[in-house]
Nanobody, 126 residues
Framework: QVQLVESGGGLVQAGGSLRLSCAAS????????MGWLRQAPGKERESVAA????????LYADSVKGRFTISRDNAKNTLYLQMNSLKAEDTAVYYC???????????????????WGQGTQVTVSS
């Protein structure tokens, strides 16, 4: 098992940047495909980005391509999401997730993972 704790959320003006971090417990972090997902009020949870075990492969939602970057440091058991050029529509609770049930790359479906963090709020003011 793995426990995930997100940090780095907050309030930012449109056009600004934030960096989310997700600290994972245990020694198995490197064995998991990881993802960032978000859920805005009244909307379904959606995948933002995913990253393969070594970090060599990444996927992004069309809405964040070119603005967000997912990365991981397996030595530090930490997942990151660098968010630039933030927009009001990026406002949501962001979740870190690990280990899609398929245990494959790419994760399909992209919103189903076995382990989840508690979420961190990102609010972008326009």
């Amino acid at each position: 098992q793995v426990q995930l704790v997100e940090s780095g959320g907050g309030l930012v003006q449109a056009g600004g940047s934030l960096r989310l971090s997700c600290a994972a417990s245990g020694r198995t972090f490197r064995s998991y495909v990881m993802g960032w997902l978000r859920q805005a009020p009244g909307k379904e949870r959606e995948s933002v980005a995913a990253i393969s075990w070594s970090g060599g492969n990444t996927l992004y939602a069309d809405s964040v391509k070119g603005r967000f970057t997912i990365s991981r440091d397996n030595a530090k058991n930490t997942l990151y999401l660098q968010m630039n050029s933030l927009k009001a529509e990026d406002t949501a609770v962001y979740y870190c997730a690990a280990d899609p049930p398929s245990h494959r790359w790419p994760p399909i479906p992209d919103t189903t993972y076995n382990y989840w963090g508690q979420g961190t709020q990102v609010t972008v003011s326009s």
